[in-house]
């Protein structure tokens, strides 16, 4: 199992909290044994990236939503 102080290095650069998401990713694909370690870690940073998205998108709206509405 990774955690945030020992995660694989194809994870270093990501940013602190998208990092954090790879490694939980990550951990629950190992739990299922089902894919090798590489593939694990092009599939979790690929999960994390898109969270990553996904958030800073819904940010974007309701600091919009903020100031348009407020």
């Given at each position: 199992?990774?955690?945030?102080?020992?995660?694989?290095?194809?994870?270093?650069?990501?940013?602190?909290?998208?990092?954090?998401?790879?490694?939980?990713?990550?951990?629950?694909?190992?739990?299922?044994?089902?894919?090798?370690?590489?593939?694990?870690?092009?599939?979790?940073?690929?999960?994390?990236?898109?969270?990553?998205?996904l958030e800073a998108?819904?940010?974007?709206?309701?600091?919009?939503?903020?100031?348009?509405?407020?």
């Amino acid at each position: 199992m990774w955690t945030v102080n020992h995660f694989p290095a194809a994870m270093r650069s990501l940013n602190p909290s998208t990092r954090a998401k790879a490694i939980e990713v990550a951990n629950r694909l190992l739990e299922q044994g089902q894919l090798d370690g590489q593939r694990i870690v092009a599939i979790s940073i690929e999960e994390a990236r898109r969270w990553a998205r996904l958030e800073a998108s819904h940010a974007d709206w309701s600091t919009l939503a903020v100031r348009t509405f407020a």
